[in-house]
């Protein structure tokens, strides 16, 4: 049974930064393009950055170029981690990681619909 587990989130006040982790159990992370959305309040769940297995390709959505930083680490904790500065009170949102089937994160790596693993999020709230 595959689980991810997010992790690194809290009340940061705005200009602070967070560290989000996730971690996986039930499969070999590292063979897997892994990605990290977020659910604003009243929001539909959007894009933030997508990982291959190799941690070489990175891809970001467009609006989230410059603040947020995905990377992992398959040597030691086989963790997929997001690296969010300069935070925002539009920041806030839960945070999700989600897993690919596959190591690349092609096609569609904005796409929720195509990864198949989901963590249960965790809470990121930025205040003003």
């Known amino acids: 049974q595959v689980q991810l587990v997010e992790s690194g989130g809290g009340l940061v006040q705005a200009g602070g930064s967070l560290r989000l982790s996730c971690a996986a159990s039930g499969l070999t992370f590292s063979s897997h393009a892994a990605g990290w959305f977020r659910q604003a309040p009243g929001k539909e769940r959007e894009f933030v950055a997508a990982i291959s297995w190799s941690g070489i390709g990175k891809y970001y959505a467009d609006s989230m170029k410059g603040r947020f930083t995905i990377s992992r680490d398959n040597a030691e904790n086989n963790t997929v981690s997001l690296q969010i500065n300069t935070l925002k009170p539009e920041d806030t949102a839960v945070y999700y990681c989600?897993?690919?089937?596959?190591?690349?994160?092609?096609?569609?790596?904005?796409?929720?619909?195509?990864?198949?693993?989901w963590g249960q999020g965790t809470q990121v709230t930025v205040s003003s």
């Open positions: 989600a897993g690919r089937s596959s190591g690349t994160y092609y096609p569609n790596p904005e796409d929720g619909s195509e990864y198949d693993y």
